[in-house]
């Protein structure tokens, strides 16, 4: 695919009586081949279809995948409401659906034919087999699937959450939804005038916020992360399916690469998180220096894609699942998992990561979540149109996030903390930078005072660290990409870790651990621990979790390969040997 496609462009709406198909945005919206057609026929059924006939409706789960032989099917958003809106149209030999089809999300639109004619039907396991062996065509589905999933994500189409901007329990479900690629729209009720009036329709008080809205009619009252993931198709695997090979606690790149070679290779694997797949490079707008991606990819479109992959293997994934603890069984490793249920491997593939990291500053936690953040999605970026904005950091996230951000704000200050910004921070970023007016550069600078009230930034007093020359920046929101503290409380007391809280793997863990009596046992004498593998045998930490490990992506999916074959090389060796790998959620 083309990785440089810009998939931010608006859907255009369309009028019903027009008949005109959606022009083709960014490989959106492709013409299959007539071999290419004829090929799927192998597999599918032809129907004819009349005018106004659903093809697949908003909600439906179970569909097959549609190519359009002749006629046109128009796309609908709240279809039959008074919001109904046409967002696409497709023709003679466009396909329809978006990324939902192959995740087994329920769709976020309903299709209707508008002129008469003929659609081919094929089954998803029909069209699995024939993108297993033609590569081109899956490449040419997977690239304009995803590409469908971020227009749907730019127009607002989905669900619809209503609540406060200043509301904790608002920012949560945005930002579980952002988080999760779930298209969706933000209706807050501090600038939005139709909003009580919606909320009154719905027969929902303003106390009753954040409520999410689904197919126009559903209403959920302030619902759990939970409740809006089984909502919207997520279904987590059970513990009641017994003891599987393989556990990869946590989704990001570590742990998805795990997931990927571990369901590969023919071992059974279950990956768990607690909030979404892709972890922190899930949150980046644009990755440029992935091997393989000399236009860039976007860390969504890299999670999906990894998260695609995985499920093609047999892995299954479980969000939100939230890891709470180890445990031995008599033949198996325990992952114990809130609320109060737990999974048994002979093989557990943990992928925990780490958390962002907070700035030193007081009142910072009155501005969490309504004025400072630590991503830079489209969501924040509807924040910064009309005022300056700040971001703190000098990473490769803080440059991402800058480059990003410059694109929706008029200005974006970055400040860092040292003197030279290629000190920390990759050179195509930098020049990127550099280049950008609409950045300005701090260098030797910190945040000492937020200014605001009710939530709200007005204002940060920025200091020169080398001459003390105090100054006032007038942004809201400010981006904090500082680093990154390790989430490894759930494993305090099970394996070692080092003086920052990371793990520690080979020998540094053997070591540490048979130091400290109040951790388990630690590796006997006759086999020292593998490369990755903690003081608790079987037990494998990789990815930015681990103590040492290079905070690269790259080096995170390295790692999570790299576990796998440890994995294999253990149960060879120790036949029913149980074991459990940790990896990040990056």
């Given at each position: 695919?083309?990785?440089?496609?810009?998939?931010?462009?608006?859907?255009?709406?369309?009028?019903?009586?027009?008949?005109?198909?959606t022009?083709?945005?960014?490989?959106?919206?492709p013409?299959?081949?007539?071999?290419?057609?004829?090929e799927?026929?192998?597999?599918?059924?032809?129907?004819?279809?009349?005018?106004?006939?659903?093809?697949?409706?908003?909600?439906?789960?179970?569909?097959e995948?549609m190519?359009?032989?002749?006629?046109?099917v128009?796309v609908?958003?709240?279809?039959?409401?008074?919001?109904?809106?046409?967002?696409?149209?497709?023709?003679p030999r466009?396909?329809?659906?978006?990324?939902?089809?192959?995740?087994?999300?329920?769709?976020?639109?309903?299709c209707v034919?508008?002129?008469?004619?003929?659609?081919?039907?094929?089954?998803?396991?029909?069209l699995?087999r024939?993108?297993?062996?033609?590569?081109?065509?899956?490449?040419?589905?997977?690239?304009?699937?995803?590409?469908?999933?971020?227009?749907?994500?730019?127009?607002?189409?989905?669900?619809?959450?209503?609540?406060?901007r200043y509301?904790?329990?608002?920012?949560?479900?945005?930002?579980?939804a952002?988080?999760?690629r779930?298209?969706?729209?933000?209706?807050?009720?501090?600038s939005?005038?139709?909003?009580?009036?919606?909320?009154?329709?719905?027969?929902?008080?303003?106390?009753d916020?954040?409520?999410?809205?689904?197919?126009?009619?559903?209403?959920?009252?302030?619902p759990?992360?939970?409740?809006?993931?089984?909502l919207?198709?997520?279904?987590?695997?059970?513990s009641?399916?017994?003891?599987?090979?393989?556990?990869?606690?946590g989704a990001?790149p570590?742990?998805?690469?795990?997931?990927v070679?571990?369901?590969?290779?023919?071992?059974?694997?279950?990956?768990?998180?607690?909030?979404?797949?892709?972890?922190?490079a899930?949150?980046?707008?644009?990755?440029?220096?992935?091997?393989?991606?000399?236009?860039?990819?976007?860390?969504?479109?890299?999670?999906?894609?990894?998260?695609?992959?995985?499920?093609?293997?047999?892995?299954r994934?479980?969000?939100?699942?939230?890891?709470?603890?180890?445990?031995?069984?008599r033949?198996?490793?325990v992952?114990?998992?809130?609320?109060?249920?737990?999974?048994?491997?002979?093989?557990?593939?943990?992928?925990?990561g780490?958390?962002y990291?907070?700035?030193?500053?007081?009142?910072?936690?009155d501005?969490?979540?309504r004025?400072?953040?630590?991503?830079?999605?489209l969501?924040?970026?509807?924040?910064?149109?009309?005022?300056?904005?700040?971001?703190?950091?000098?990473?490769n996230?803080?440059?991402?996030?800058?480059?990003?951000l410059?694109?929706?704000?008029?200005?974006?200050?970055?400040?860092?903390?040292?003197?030279?910004?290629?000190?920390?921070?990759?050179?195509?970023?930098?020049?990127?930078?550099?280049?950008?007016?609409?950045?300005?550069?701090?260098c030797?600078?910190?945040?000492?005072?937020?200014?605001?009230?009710?939530?709200?930034?007005?204002?940060v007093v920025?200091?020169?660290?080398?001459t003390?020359?105090?100054?006032?920046?007038?942004?809201?929101?400010?981006?904090?990409?500082?680093?990154?503290?390790?989430?490894t409380?759930?494993?305090?007391?099970?394996?070692?870790?080092?003086?920052?809280?990371?793990?520690?793997?080979?020998?540094?863990?053997?070591?540490?651990?048979?130091?400290?009596?109040?951790?388990?046992?630690?590796?006997?004498?006759?086999?020292?621990?593998?490369?990755?593998?903690?003081?608790?045998?079987?037990?494998?930490?990789v990815?930015?979790?681990?103590?040492g490990?290079?905070?690269?992506?790259?080096?995170?999916?390295?790692?999570?390969?790299?576990?796998?074959?440890?994995?294999?090389?253990?149960?060879?060796?120790?036949?029913?040997?149980?074991?459990?790998?940790i990896a990040?959620?990056?």
């Amino acid at each position: 695919m083309n990785a440089s496609a810009d998939t931010s462009a608006t859907v255009p709406d369309l009028n019903p009586g027009l008949g005109g198909e959606t022009p083709d945005i960014g490989g959106a919206y492709p013409r299959l081949s007539v071999e290419q057609i004829a090929e799927l026929a192998e597999h599918g059924v032809r129907r004819r279809t009349r005018p106004g006939q659903v093809v697949v409706a908003e909600g439906q789960r179970e569909r097959e995948f549609m190519v359009v032989l002749a006629g046109t099917v128009a796309v609908y958003e709240d279809y039959c409401t008074p919001r109904e809106r046409v967002i696409r149209v497709h023709g003679p030999r466009r396909f329809l659906d978006e990324l939902g089809l192959l995740t087994g999300q329920p769709s976020f639109v309903t299709c209707v034919v508008r002129e008469p004619g003929e659609v081919l039907a094929v089954p998803l396991d029909g069209l699995r087999r024939i993108v297993g062996r033609d590569r081109h065509l899956g490449d040419v589905v997977l690239s304009a699937f995803l590409i469908r999933r971020e227009l749907l994500i730019a127009a607002g189409a989905g669900l619809r959450i209503i609540g406060s901007r200043y509301s904790a329990d608002s920012r949560r479900l945005r930002e579980f939804a952002a988080r999760n690629r779930l298209p969706h729209q933000w209706v807050d009720l501090e600038s939005d005038p139709g909003a009580e009036e919606l909320l009154r329709q719905l027969g929902v008080g303003p106390g009753d916020t954040p409520v999410v809205i689904w197919r126009g009619t559903r209403v959920l009252r302030n619902p759990s992360n939970a409740e809006l993931a089984e909502l919207t198709g997520f279904d987590p695997p059970t513990s009641a399916d017994g003891v599987c090979d393989l556990v990869v606690v946590g989704a990001g790149p570590a742990g998805l690469a795990a997931a990927v070679y571990g369901a590969s290779e023919g071992l059974s694997t279950v990956v768990l998180d607690a909030i979404a797949t892709g972890g922190q490079a899930g949150t980046s707008s644009r990755i440029e220096n992935y091997l393989g991606f000399p236009a860039g990819i976007s860390g969504a479109e890299l999670a999906d894609r990894a998260v695609i992959q995985a499920e093609k293997f047999g892995a299954r994934l479980g969000v939100p699942v939230e890891a709470t603890g180890l445990a031995r069984g008599r033949d198996h490793i325990v992952v114990r998992v809130d609320p109060g249920s737990e999974f048994r491997a002979r093989a557990v593939v943990v992928a925990t990561g780490a958390r962002y990291r907070r700035l030193n500053v007081p009142g910072l936690a009155d501005f969490e979540g309504r004025s400072v953040y630590y991503a830079a999605t489209l969501v924040e970026a509807q924040y910064c149109r009309q005022r300056p904005v700040a971001v703190v950091g000098g990473g490769n996230s803080a440059g991402q996030a800058t480059v990003f951000l410059a694109q929706h704000s008029p200005k974006v200050y970055l400040l860092v903390r040292g003197d030279d910004l290629a000190e920390s921070m990759s050179r195509y970023l930098v020049d990127q930078i550099e280049r950008n007016p609409a950045v300005e550069l701090m260098c030797n600078s910190e945040i000492r005072e937020l200014r605001g009230r009710g939530g709200e930034l007005d204002a940060v007093v920025a200091e020169n660290t080398k001459t003390g020359e105090r100054r006032t920046l007038d942004v809201a929101p400010l981006f904090v990409f500082i680093g990154a503290e390790p989430c490894t409380g759930w494993l305090a007391g099970s394996i070692a870790l080092d003086d920052r809280g990371f793990v520690l793997t080979g020998d540094e863990g053997a070591e540490a651990a048979g130091a400290d009596p109040g951790l388990p046992e630690t590796h006997g004498p006759g086999r020292p621990p593998h490369l990755l593998e903690t003081s608790w045998p079987g037990v494998f930490a990789v990815g930015d979790v681990r103590s040492g490990s290079v905070k690269r992506l790259t080096s995170a999916v390295g790692e999570g390969a790299m576990a796998i074959r440890l994995v294999h090389e253990l149960l060879i060796a120790a036949d029913d040997f149980d074991v459990c790998v940790i990896a990040e959620s990056r």
